[in-house]
């Protein structure tokens, strides 16, 4: 009953089998490798992007802050969620690699900026010149830190404001074959037709070892983050080892597949939360991550039969009444089964 998280999920038995095959012989260095070329012109098709820029990296904080770093100045703003991803869990990656930019937070229900906040946000700032930072970027995190998706025309709201105020947007799609997979709709349609200019690709957390692609739709700003990479200390030598992952997460529609799966448990567990007395949900089910309340009766149950997931807020505690909500995170993954959920749910009724 392993909820912590979609990081504690194994390998996908494919991406292993891939890394194996890539290691036979020696091969070029730097990703000038021939797979690797092949990745970037298979990512091109999935979002309809011939001119993009691609680039593989190995952890979903790099391709978040690297991403920044190319898309505003150090004096820059980086409109984001109060609850976004490099807010809340990048202990400052952002603000390094920006050379100092500042997240300026927005709120929205679960997780999810709103035009009217944004355009706020972004209004209120820059106003005393120089005196101020400016205004420079917005980011949003598709599937969010609530388990909620970005629809196609939210991110084109969204966009379209960015744009009044002639700022670029970033996602942060560490979930986004989870969000993709909800949506039904296509990669070109969640990103760049949408107004997205770069995507931090995830693969770490639906079944790769450890890598992201950053996705540049705009290739005038290709150069600059290969400069970016390299100083940052995020260009690997043996760089057919992130092709291989990502080659063989790409091939057949694996990302997808692997992400259906999370999701469908996700989906089962949620339902099955949601039918229990005493017990609610705080956030929609939308991706991979359940938030729930339930009593803290359950809680003590399912931990004392082994169940790992996070109370949400850390904060709470297991000691006090029986009765008592509290609220909890549960993510899955491509590695959790039915029987996992079962078991669960079992314990917390």
Known sequence: MQFASDNTAGVAPEIMAALAEANAGPVASYGADPLTGAVVEHLREIFEAPQAAVYLVATGTAANALSCAILTQPWGAIFCHRNAHIEEDECGAPEFYTGGAKL???????????????????????????????????????????????????????????????????????????????????????????????????????????????????????????????????????????????AAYLEGDLWLRLARQANAMATRLSAGIAAMPGASLTHPTQANEVFAAFPRASHRALQAAGASYYLWPFDQSLDGPDAEPLAARMVTSWATTEAEIDAFLAHLG
């Open 104 to 246: 300026v937070l927005v709120e929205g229900a679960h997780a999810k900026m709103d035009p009217v906040g944004l355009r706020a946000a972004i209004s209120h700032t820059a106003r005393a010149g120089v005196h101020n930072v400016q205004r420079g970027m917005v980011s949003l995190t598709n599937a969010t830190e609530a388990g909620t998706i970005y629809t196609p025309a939210e991110v084109a709201a969204l966009s379209a404001v960015a744009r009044d105020y002639k700022l670029p947007v970033h996602m942060d799609g560490a979930r986004f074959a989870n969000a993709l997979v909800s949506l039904g709709c296509t990669p070109a349609e969640i990103t760049w037709k949408a107004g997205v200019d770069v995507l931090s690709f995830g693969g770490t957390k639906n079944g790769c070892m450890g890598v992201e692609a950053v996705v540049i739709f705009d290739p005038a700003r290709a150069w600059e983050f290969e400069l970016r990479r390299k100083r940052g200390g995020h260009l690997f030598s043996k760089h057919r080892f992130l092709a291989a992952q990502m």
